[in-house]
């Protein structure tokens, strides 16, 4: 590329593989959310920015990557993620000082599950196959698979660099062109991915960027672009109901992971140490920040005050603070405006009559940046807001439940619908209440283990469509059949 961003670290555009400012210069500052320091200015692109990226995107693919040999794409892909890997301190860093996060847990999650990402899907296309029917009357029906166009990313805050290539690297396998619209609290590893692209070989204009943000910006233009033939996106409910109506220009395919608001099952009959360690990190990693966290738990009244004393206790246990420290298990979240909203949460629990059994404040002897307690709230109803709304933070409720009928009817009393935990060693109860939950993805007596074969989305407002493995490959993809008489 012609001229590299600044370290730490401005954000430029990258278009037709260079790096771009906005055609009117303007940009926004990006801040550490531990610190409140800026560490660099973005530049901040709107409607005239996502042209360019789209025009720069239809060139490259009609100029030859729609047409490109799967060895080819393979290849690509797996010095992707290799050159990931070999950058990983690098990209670790810049992922935390974006998010807040421990450093520790960008290094051993965010950006190996990214390099993995592209190796998986290297190694898939490369055994990629589709069906062949002969017909009594002579004729042989077969299916190939084309990529579909141009494609707008838009990519979400909490684990930026993960789950962008979790779209990404199944996109380019299958022949397409991209345009990113990365989420503008969290810009540089967009950023230099983009550059690692580059340096594994892929041609110009096949990755492009585009900074800034959604409603009436970049996020918009891009969602209602008639060039653009997909939106694949992560986020919350309410923007995925915006880029909805945008893309309904030209009837844009969607692919959405939205917000979760995730039961946790603990029967009676649980291995209550598993169930307390696991407990706390679907609670509380990634500051709860993650789609996925299981922020409504429901414990069996036998066990209810025994576990509560032992996950107070281990809640109390865990260091927020500085995310470059070692020891620190709870970082930063992500700005001051999603900080006011959790602490407001939290009063809302007050109000209804909520018990704040732990936490519920500002930590203390963090002057700078957004840190909050760990928290837990207990004796608040099914009704409460905080039971029924994404937080997206760390707090969780605790209600205690009687029958398995019971907790199901309560599990399932919500508009969200991405996933659920149970923890039982009933193994007839396991299935049983396994098949009654209605989320898309079940982990029992476990949590965030995932294979990359298998389908990954939500129901209800959780989600449309599937990704992982060949789910992701049927959305990146058009179905052709052939006929041929013989």
């Known amino acids: 590329m012609e001229t590299e961003p600044t370290a730490v670290m401005d954000c430029l555009h990258v278009i037709d593989g260079k790096y771009v400012p906005s055609h009117n210069q303007k940009t926004f500052v990006n801040t550490n959310p531990a610190t409140e320091q800026m560490i660099g200015s973005v530049a901040e692109g709107g409607k005239t920015e996502i042209d360019w990226a789209v025009a720069a995107a239809r060139k490259a693919y009609y100029g030859g990557w729609k047409n490109s040999k799967w060895s080819e794409r393979a290849a690509i892909l797996r010095r992707i993620g290799e050159l990931i890997l070999q950058r990983k301190d690098e990209l670790a860093m810049l992922e935390s000082l974006d998010t807040g996060k421990p450093l520790s847990l960008s290094t051993a999650v965010d950006i190996p599950r990214a390099a993995g990402s592209f190796h998986y899907f290297s190694n898939l296309i490369s055994t990629l196959g589709t069906e062949a029917y002969p017909m009594e009357a002579g004729a042989l029906n077969y299916v190939i698979r084309k990529p579909i166009g141009v494609v707008g990313l838009i990519c979400p805050w909490n684990l930026p660099l993960l789950l962008l290539s979790a779209k990404l690297a199944p996109c380019l396998a299958m022949g397409n062109t991209v345009v990113i619209k990365p989420a503008e609290w969290t810009p540089m590893t967009a950023t230099v991915l983009a550059q690692i692209c580059k340096d594994a070989g892929l041609p110009d204009g096949v990755v492009n960027i585009v900074h800034g943000f959604g409603k009436d910006a970049a996020g918009e233009a891009l969602a209602e672009h ?3 033939s997909a939106i694949a996106f992560t986020g919350e409910n309410h923007t995925g109901k915006q880029i909805m109506r945008a893309a309904a220009g030209n009837l844009k395919r969607l692919s959405f992971e939205l917000g979760g608001k995730n039961p946790n099952l603990i029967f009676a009959e649980c291995d209550l140490d598993k169930v307390v360690d696991t407990t706390i990190r679907s609670s509380f990693i990634n500051q709860g920040e993650v789609c996925l966290s299981g922020s409504r738990i429901y414990v069996q009244r036998a066990i209810y005050e025994t576990f509560l004393q032992r996950f107070v206790a281990k809640t109390r246990e865990q260091v927020v603070g500085d995310p470059m420290q070692a020891q620190t298990n709870i970082g930063a979240l992500i700005s001051k405006e999603h900080y006011e909203r959790v602490l407001r949460y939290i009063d809302f629990a007050r109000e209804e009559g909520g018990t704040i059994e732990t936490g519920g404040n500002r930590v ?45 009817q309560q599990a399932n009393d919500s508009h969200y619908g991405l996933s659920a935990s149970i923890w039982t060693n009933d193994v007839s109860r396991a ?3 396994a098949e009654q939950i209605d989320v898309g993805l079940t982990w ?10 298998t389908p990954y989305g939500g129901v209800k407002e959780s989600g449309i469509g599937r990704q992982g493995g060949m789910y992701s490959i049927d959305f990146y993809s058009d179905i052709s059949t052939i006929c041929m008489k013989y």
């Open 226 to 228: 008639p060039d653009v």
């Open 444 to 453: 029992v007596n476990t949590w965030f283990l995932r294979d990359p074969r």
């Open 431 to 433: 299935f049983r209440v």
């Open 364 to 408: 203390k002897g963090c002057e700078k940046g957004y840190f909050v307690e760990p928290t837990i709230i207990t004796g608040v109803s099914q009704d409460s807001r905080v039971v029924r709304e994404e937080i997206f933070g760390p707090v969780v409720t605790i209600q205690v439940f009687d029958t398995e009928e019971e907790v199901i």
